[in-house]
């Protein structure tokens, strides 16, 4: 899959850049140890597997694609304009929120492929 084009606000606004949104979430799910649950039937039966949302995103980006528009437009309505580096300089609760979001809208979609996502610390508020 290719990342969504990069663009501007025609007034001067918030610049989509989605490099930096894809660093931004892939940071956020390290540091929240969001995980993708994945059943895998075998012979003996059902085994579940915990990968994290950086070692799976390569299989999983065609199905989350909206999700860079999800995570730019609260950066928009958090009046945030300069997001490039922002993975370092959030403050907690915002960054708390913006890994519910990444987890609410990851699971309504990945729930439909048979596959969870869960963050071991998305009630660090």
Known sequence: MSLPDSSSDSDGGLY???????????????????????????TSGEDMIAVSLRDIWWKIEDKLSQLYVVVFDFLYDQGLKNYKNMDTNLSLPVTSRLCNIIVDYASDILSKEGMEICSCLNDAE
């Open 16 to 42: 989509f850049d989605p490099h930096s949104i894809l660093k931004l979430i892939l940071n956020i799910g390290d540091a929240f140890n969001i995980r993708v649950i994945m059943c895998h039937e075998n």
